[in-house]
């Protein structure tokens, strides 16, 4: 007995001795926390660093919101959820049901694009096959067929831009392997991003009752995209023409123009003076509601990421937008 009481002494000890020799940072880890609505911590991860000593919260860097912040002045009572998150200085000028799970419509071809630009390349060729091919009745199409073939250049407008449901699974395809494989690579950079309350079930956001997530991981989605000065070109244009090939090599013509309103002029829609619209993404189903988000920036150049969902008509969800903005 007392041979097994030292053993297990020694034991305790060298635990106990490890347990300090992290803690106090000797031997450079640190710890990363991912942030969860539910919880003030969702999961813990161990992270290699070289003597940094230190204790990072998952966190850092982001707005963190567990309760609804109300605006000042905005009215956003048509909004089932709504958001005005400062970038600069990770200030919540807005919450407003921002863990709420909801449908994201279109809103999910971020994460499509922010995958298609972590893992493919923008001048890399997609041919499309049989799985372009949607039935789904009001689905905006861009008319692609099997054999199609464009770059990832082409079709990344042409899904930001049109926000075309077929483009969507053409990246998806091509970048993925399979449809399949490449949701989950969306569902894994979720994870990444800490948007815990997120699962895709598509890339193009057509409804799906395993296909849901947050305002606050929008944001949290979106503000990864806005890295790229690809994906912010893009989402700030206006329209796009192109052509691309079918499987004989015949041309096929695109012009579209963009469905961000704020950015076509004469839409009858305009953001508050002194504030600029980058560019962002529409989305609209009949799960969904209309929806937008956008980064945005202030006469000083701050910027600001802004998120309305479930908004019961366009005229609506343009109106409630700029009247956010104006928190701005």
């Known amino acids: 007995m007392k041979c097994t009481n030292k053993r297990y002494g020694a034991v305790l000890t060298c635990l106990l001795t490890i347990m300090s020799f992290l803690l106090t940072g000797c031997g450079g880890l640190a710890y990363d926390m991912a942030y969860s609505a539910g919880s003030s911590i969702s ?16 966190s850092a860097g982001l707005c963190v919101v567990t309760e609804d912040v109300a605006a000042e002045n905005a009215d956003i009572s048509k909004a089932a959820a709504a958001l005005l998150f400062s970038l600069n200085d990770n200030q919540v ?7 709420a799970t909801m ?3 279109s809103l999910t071809k971020i994460m499509t694009a922010l995958v298609a630009l972590k893992y493919g390349s923008m001048d890399q060729k997609l041919t499309a096959s049989n799985a372009v091919n949607i039935t789904e009745s009001g689905a905006v ?9 464009m770059t990832m250049d082409q079709a990344m407008r042409i899904l930001l831009v049109y926000s075309a449901n077929d483009a969507a699974l053409l990246i998806a395809e091509n970048v993925g392997g399979t449809v399949d494989r490449f949701v989950e690579m969306m569902n894994e950079e979720a994870a ?31 503000k ?5 000065d690809i994906f912010n070109e893009i989402i700030h244009m206006t329209g796009y023409q192109t052509i691309y090939y079918d499987k004989d090599g015949k041309e096929k013509e695109f012009d579209k123009s963009t469905t961000n309103q704020f950015l076509k002029a004469g839409s009858g829609y305009n953001a508050p003076a002194n504030v600029t619209v980058i560019g962002g993404k529409t989305g609209t189903t009949r799960a969904a509601g209309h929806c937008l988000i956008l980064l945005v920036k202030d006469v000083n150049g701050a910027s600001y990421i802004a998120v309305t969902l479930g908004v019961p008509s366009t005229q609506e969800l343009y109106v409630t937008m700029a009247d956010l903005l104006n928190e701005i």
């Open 224 to 228: 990864e995209a806005v890295k790229y």
């Open 141 to 149: 199409l861009c008319g692609l067929k099997s054999g199609d073939s």
């Open 43 to 58: 999961s813990f991860n161990v992270i290699s660093g070289l003597d940094t000593g230190t204790v990072t919260p998952f």
């Open 192 to 222: 990444r991003l800490g948007a815990t309350n997120t699962h895709f079930a598509n890339p193009h956001g057509l409804t799906d009752p395993n296909h849901y997530t947050t305002a606050y991981d929008l944001y949290l989605i979106f």
């Open 103 to 105: 449908n994201p419509a």
């Open 93 to 99: 000028l807005c919450a407003k049901n921002v863990h």
